[in-house]
């Protein structure tokens, strides 16, 4: 399994620092492997691509110990990279968007490596689940139709001086259970807890993988976060 527990770094070649996009794939937290997307590349940015250990394997609540480690290295090592660890975005499709909500969302984790989360400079999560994942919920004898909050949901962290976050998720009406509406509530929540900086969109015709269309607005936000344009 140690060869899943891998990153690669995609970074440009220049003499300055350079935002840093952190990706975790999807997959439901028992598939898939680490990628750069091409959407990504060649935007002045270096792009990082997590690979994590995977359910059944390792308990679901694994991925985000692994997930969370990544984001520990980025820290550490990404100026050897050409990258600006003061300029670290992190996103992700699905279970991936989970991933970078839970490892960000919840302070404890990055902690534990002698890091504020609060120092990421955005939080980009692509129809992440804000709930309890289904995986971890399957692992509970829980239904996926049955929703949990505990404190592996995003939701329940839900806090006022996390960093800037851009929702991303499909069509209400083709996306997953419930998937547009648990990052409205999300939205919602951080806004009651008095959030300045959440935005939701909802990519109207687009089912679960509305990955490509949704790329050039985590694009615009590292830019305008950034002030590249």
């Known amino acids: 399994m140690k060869e899943k527990n891998l990153l690669d770094v995609y970074y440009p070649e220049v003499d300055t620092r350079v935002p840093v996009i952190i990706w975790f794939h999807g997959g439901g937290l028992t598939s898939g492997q680490k990628e750069i997307p091409l959407a990504l590349k060649n935007k002045g940015f270096c792009v990082v691509g997590v690979g994590y250990r995977l359910s059944p394997n390792v308990p679901a609540e694994t991925c985000i110990t692994d997930a ?43 902690k534990k490596h002698d890091l504020d989360s609060d120092r990421v400079a955005g939080l980009v999560p692509f129809s992440g689940h804000t709930i309890t994942h289904f995986t971890i919920r399957k692992e509970q004898g829980i239904p996926g139709e049955r929703p949990l909050i505990d404190n592996l949901a995003p939701l329940y962290h839900v806090r006022n001086n996390a960093p800037p976050i851009l929702l991303i998720t499909g069509d209400r009406e083709k996306e997953l259970l419930g998937r547009y509406e648990e990052n409205a509530y999300f939205y919602r929540m951080m806004k009651v807890n008095g959030h300045p900086d959440v935005t939701l969109y909802e990519m109207d015709g687009y089912g679960h993988g509305m990955t490509e269309p949704a790329f050039p607005l985590l694009v615009d936000f590292v830019n305008r976060k950034t002030n590249l344009k």
């Open 68 to 110: 969370t480690a990544a984001i520990a290295w980025v820290f550490k090592n990404i100026e050897r990279f050409n990258g600006d660890p003061n300029a670290i975005f992190v996103s992700g499709h699905s279970a991936g968007g989970y991933l970078a909500l839970m490892s960000i969302m919840d302070k404890s984790r990055l």
